[in-house]
């Protein structure tokens, strides 16, 4: 939630010159972060432990979004919104302009549910309301082209992963479908070389699906929104979150090298 890191000579597995050789310094990615409880978290730790510069940005509390000069990668993280609801959060709409120039190769971003349900309007797709939320951990399977992708070449053909969604994504055309398993099918993907989006949670583990779980029971139980306890819900969670980093961290350390690989093409960034 580039010089093109998805169709780079560089072999996919990150063997390509540290961004150092080029430019002198790490990667700088900027986190857009729409409202409370919803932090890059250990994804964001993962990009850290990975050499990025990771900064956050929070335009629900008037901060600027900054231009593609000021970062080389960025990250677009979840929300309660929708990719559309533009009159509650105004800073929706420039969003989707950062994420339509993401898609057509000016720089490397990865968003996650709500930001790639933006990613996925801001290429041409659509989103669909629910009948019922998928809430909690589910298993996702990598579809066969995953498997050439720069980032998600790194998951597991089949992996844990936390979901908490009501929209659902329907595609544009000239997404590339890498991650399904569930009814709701587009479980992850990438427009153009170097523009991903996920609809699971990436980052989420018992912290934050416990802020998650009592954010919802303020407004109804979550027995009645998920169909089962607050309480069961965030310890499978808890139980799964080693499982969790064993599949999901490598797709920090796969988009910092796609990051990484943008910096080499491109030096004077």
Same mark, same amino acid.
């Given at each position: ?108 971003? /990865?968003?996650?549910?709500? +930001?790639? &349900? !933006?990613? $996925?309007?801001? *290429?041409?797709? =659509?989103?669909? @309301? ?69 609809? /699971?949670?990436?980052?989420? +583990?018992? &912290? !934050?699906? $416990?802020?998650? *779980?009592?954010? =919802?029971?303020? @407004? ?50």
């Amino acid at each position: 939630m580039t010089a093109n890191p998805g169709t780079s000579s560089h072999p996919a597995d990150g063997s390509a010159s540290h961004p150092g050789a080029a430019s002198g310094r790490a990667p700088r990615l900027v986190a857009v972060q729409h409202e409370d409880g919803t932090d890059a978290n250990r994804f964001g730790r993962w990009l850290a432990a990975a050499g990025a510069d990771v900064r956050t940005v929070r335009p629900d509390r008037g901060e600027a979004l900054p231009g593609p000069a000021e970062f080389d990668g960025l990250v677009v993280l979840g929300g309660a919104l929708g990719p559309l609801d533009d009159e509650q959060a105004p800073w929706l709409a420039p969003v989707r302009e950062l994420l339509a120039e993401s898609a057509a190769g000016a720089f490397p971003s /990865f968003s996650i549910c709500l +930001g790639g &349900e !933006l990613l $996925a309007v801001a *290429a041409g797709g =659509t989103c669909t @309301h629910r009948a019922y939320p998928q809430v909690g951990l589910h298993t996702v399977e990598a579809t066969a082209r995953a498997a050439e992708d720069p980032v998600f070449g790194a998951a597991p053909a089949e992996f844990p992963t936390v979901l908490w969604h009501e929209e659902q994504i329907e595609l544009p055309e000239r997404a590339v479908l890498l991650v399904t398993g569930t009814d709701a099918p587009v479980q992850a993907f990438r427009v153009g070389p170097c523009a991903w989006g996920t609809q /699971f949670h990436p980052e989420a +583990g018992r &912290e !934050l699906a $416990a802020h998650w *779980a009592a954010k =919802t029971n303020e @407004h109804a139980s979550m027995e009645d929104y998920a169909g089962r306890p607050a309480e069961a819900v965030v310890e499978e969670i808890a139980a799964a979150e080693r499982a969790l980093e064993t599949a999901q961290a490598p797709l920090a350390r796969a988009f910092v090298r796609a990051v990484r690989r943008g910096l080499t093409a491109h030096p004077a960034r």
